[in-house]
């Protein structure tokens, strides 16, 4: 907004920006960092003016939600070429649903039982690693491994997965691989995130209810909407 004093900023000022941003889902994010940014400076009494757009809950361009489906050959053809830290992360995090963060951070099991706090929303959780073939491999290697952390997920050298190692680069280098030995996938994997793995495991649970317990959820609608791609089993009434 250039030099414009906080009062030259009107609705219609907003909604002008909206109107004229190429990128509309750009736009939201942007135009919600300013009513943050406003706030602020009311507290610091750089202004009494109010957020021009406070209280009005349709004020932004309308936005589809991103579905995703990672299917079966997507999936096998990043983790064919992915190291040993990357496949176990997937693993990890297509058996729990788990977000990245509590993938690189869930404790080992304790009683056959893997506890975690998710960090998003401190919600507990664990899971019985008998119930899981995939959680179970897993843990048994870690166990007759020399790994000294007390994290699932380790280096080859025994120590915690930090967030720079399993960032977006690591992830992108395999799905780079991917795309060149498997070429009809490229449009698939081009746009797909490592934070899409969950994605998956939505759609690996057995029903909505199922993939909506697993996410940890508030509502179906959430689980619906941005995770499960998988469509509904209907049954014909005759």
Same mark, same amino acid.
């Given at each position: 907004?250039?030099?414009?004093? =906080? ?6 000022? $907003? ?5 004229? #941003? ?15 940014? =406003? ?8 202004? %009494?003016?109010?957020?021009?757009? *406070? ?24 983790? %064919? ?25 869930? #404790?080992?099991?304790?009683?056959? %039982?893997? #506890? ?29 491994? !020399? ?23 690591? =992830? ?13 996938? %490229?449009?698939?994997?081009?746009? $797909? ?19 909506? !317990? ?13 995770? #499960?791609? !998988? ?6 009434? *005759?």
């Amino acid at each position: 907004f250039g030099q414009m004093a =906080w009062h030259e900023i009107e609705l219609h000022t $907003l909604q002008i920006y909206l109107n004229k #941003r190429s990128a509309k889902v750009s736009a939201n994010r942007e135009l919600a960092v300013l009513a943050v940014v =406003w706030g602020q400076a009311r507290k610091w009494g750089m202004t %009494k003016e109010t957020y021009p757009a *406070r209280g009005l809950s349709d004020f932004r361009n309308k936005e589809k939600p991103r579905k995703v489906e990672v299917t079966d050959a997507m999936f096998d053809a990043i983790y %064919k070429y992915a190291d040993r830290i990357l496949k176990d992360a997937m693993d990890i995090a297509t058996a729990t649903g788990m977000r990245i963060t509590d993938v690189r951070t869930v #404790r080992m099991p304790v009683d056959g %039982k893997l #506890r975690f706090k998710a960090n998003k929303t401190d919600k507990w959780a664990y899971f019985d690693v008998a119930d899981s073939p995939v959680l179970s491999e897993m843990v048994e290697r870690r166990e007759a491994s !020399k790994a000294h952390c007390v994290m699932l997920l380790a280096s080859d050298t025994g120590r915690q997965v930090s967030e720079w190692m399993l960032s977006e680069k690591r =992830w992108n280098d395999a799905k780079q691989a991917a795309i060149k030995a498997f070429p009809r996938l %490229k449009a698939d994997l081009s746009g $797909l995130y490592l934070r899409d793995l969950r994605k998956r495991a939505a759609d690996l649970a057995g029903d909505m209810e199922s993939a909506n !317990k697993l996410l940890q959820h508030s509502s179906l609608k959430l689980t619906s909407d941005h995770y #499960r791609t !998988k469509p509904t089993k209907l049954k014909a009434v *005759r």
